[in-house]
């Protein structure tokens, strides 16, 4: 069985097969991702029979964010750098998700926030799926992304929006 696992940006091949969208996305990828690597940083990763199937690094930002438009006010976020999966019908997608929740959580944060390019449709509807909302762009020189955001403590009454709070107040729940 496949899982996710840490390991540190210098164990993974960068010349993987895996990362030749995101070097065409992102014209600085390469000397991003050679950077991060020389800091010592690291993501989650899963492989399945050695073939690498999904990447994602998460990192910690205080102040404000004003490479967005709109700008994002001064506040303690989690940011969603690079988030990749080879979907293959396996929920996926889903389980990284939770890991990003899982997180936020650990670390106290209740604002979560990504970029992520219009072309990618199916991750963005499973980032909405889950409470994540458009909030604005970013535009840099390799196009236009657009802004999504989640706010953990923002609960509108539906279970997968809302997750991963569970809203009691209020509920019948058997037993109690």
Known sequence: MAYIEQKLF?????????FD?????YT????????????????LVLYENSKL????????????IDDVEPILGSKRRLKVGTFKVEAHGTKLGERFIKRIFDTAIAKGIDEIYLTIFEKHESLIAIFKKFGFYEYGTKTTSNGKEFVLIKQLGKIKNDILKDYPI?????????GL
């Open 10 to 18: 210098s164990d993974i091949d960068i010349n993987d097969n895996f």
């Open 21 to 25: 969208s995101l070097k065409k996305d």
């Open 28 to 43: 600085e990828f390469l000397d991003w991702y050679t950077r991060k690597s020389d800091e010592g940083k690291k993501a």
């Open 53 to 64: 199937l999904a990447f994602l690094y998460m990192k910690i930002e205080d102040g404000i």
């Open 166 to 174: 569970v809203q009691m107040e209020n509920k019948h729940i058997f």
